[in-house]
């Protein structure tokens, strides 16, 4: 016994003047490992404690057990050091200019996790929330340090870095609330009733805002004066962003049906050509001319 407590006492690195055992190192391994458990405690009981209240996946339970966890970590990593017996300034000062160089080698690496950072304090992006990024819509599923996933409509798992979100325009369909206004353009004839398509229109968001209970009115608007077609924007709110694309489908089909069963014309792209004739040449004076 007293030669294992020997060899563990026996000095296995030298920083300066400070000496690590391998006493000192099985104690930092646990100090860190008791912050690791520690944190994982602390996460179980807090999911335990909100699972009747709110998914235990998303939203701000995740953002508080991630900020938990990472807090821990840098405890944990300070505490180890402490109790190797390294004084971190003289550490850090000591390896600047290593740190420097590994800085521009790692600088991706590093801004990610800024990023992350901000993103998890800021709250900006939750677990939950709809985005377009990219020009595709997609759900944040989770929030690493470095990077997020997400899932598209298309059921794609991407992995976005966090500095993409952080630099780049992200729209947050859910940041304050889920409602999403869609869009569709329609174009009915210049020969058409505009009264008569108007009203078949409204019918017919007013039926899909019922439907889908749309926290705001329908609209239907007259936007523009095709060089084929009248143009109308109807316009219905939804509750739910992920569905757009469906409901956006399903609009222009109920249009359809109803435009045409009220008889009221799509038209298609017309091009009118005129062709204007031109005198033909007269041979004779072509060859006076080069008499």
Partial sequence: MTKDTGMLDQTVLR?????????????????????MALSLLIRRAIRIAAKDRVDPNKGTLGVVTRMIHYSLVIVGFVAAMQTLGINLGVLFGAGAIFAVGLAFAMQSIAQNFVAGVILLAERAIK?????????????????GIRATIVTATNGERLVVPNSTLIQNTVTNYTLKDPMYRIDVIVGVGYDADTDAAKAVLMSVVENLAAE????????????????????????????????????????????????????????????DLHVISTPKADPGAAAGLSG
């Fill in 212 to 271: 889908w209970k749309s926290p705001r009115p329908p609209e239907v608007l007259m936007t523009d004066f095709a060089d084929s077609s009248i143009v109308y924007t109807v316009s219905v709110w939804t509750g739910n962003p992920w569905n757009v694309r469906r409901q956006r489908a399903e609009m222009r089909e109920h249009v359809w049906k109803a435009l045409g069963a009220a008889g009221v014309v799509i038209p298609f792209k017309q091009i």
């Fill in 127 to 143: 677990p939950g929330d709809i985005l377009a990024v990219d020009g595709k819509i997609v759900e944040v599923q989770d929030m």
């Fill in 15 to 35: 920083l300066g003047d400070t000496s690590i055992t391998g006493a000192s190192i099985i104690a930092a391994a646990l100090v860190f490992l008791a912050c």
